[in-house]
Structures are given as structure tokens and as C-alpha cells.
């Protein structure tokens, strides 16, 4: 999620002790994954399937302090370990 969001009315607040629209939207994009991983076992299929859940790149330069890439050096369009270090979940109930 980018730094700068478009956090719908509705959302806004949510976050409890981080209140930012950052912070709100991030609530809502983890309630949509959770709805996923919900369906999935809904539909008995939850075993079988290979949820991957990652990022394209590191964090923006001016994303800090929400996203920051430390302890690493840089940020995303570089070729330092911050553009390149990211984010990865893998679930798998079945394995």
C-alpha cells in the first residue's frame, strides 16, 4: 500500500491509537485478505490451496515512518537491499 491513500469515509478512525488515513486504510486491506482466507475455508478448499501474499518493491523514499525500509539501505527505484526487501506470507493449511 502506498503512503498516500484514499481512505473511504467510512473507514476513517478505525485504526484506534494510529489514527491516519494510512493507517485506517491498512485495516480495511487487512479485512479483504481475511475475507479471502474466510472463502477459502467456507469452500473446503483452504487445504488444497497455496495462498502467496507479497509486495512489487521496498517502500518509497518519503514513506517513513509508516513503511520505512530500516534497518536496510535505500528505498524503492535503487539497487540497494531496501528497494528489493519485501513483504512475503505464504499460507498453505494443508502442508
Known sequence: M????????ESRGQ?????SP????????D????????LL????IAEDTIVIYSTDNGPHANSWPDGA????R???ATNWEGAF???ELIRWPGR
Not at 493507517?23 to 486491506?29: F, K, Q, S, Y
Not at 479485512?31 to 474466510?38: E, F, R
Not at 525500509?69 to 536496510?72: H, K, L, M, R
Open 2 to 9: 502506498h503512503f498516500r491513500t484514499h481512505t473511504k469515509p
Open 15 to 19: 485504526a484506534g491509537r494510529w489514527q
Open 22 to 29: 494510512y493507517h485506517d486504510t491498512m485495516v480495511d486491506h
Open 31 to 38: 479485512g479483504h485478505v481475511g475475507t479471502l482466507l474466510d
Open 41 to 44: 475455508d467456507e469452500l473446503g
Open 69 to 72: 525500509t530500516t534497518p536496510f
Open 74 to 76: 535505500s528505498e524503492k
Open 85 to 87: 526487501r519485501i513483504p
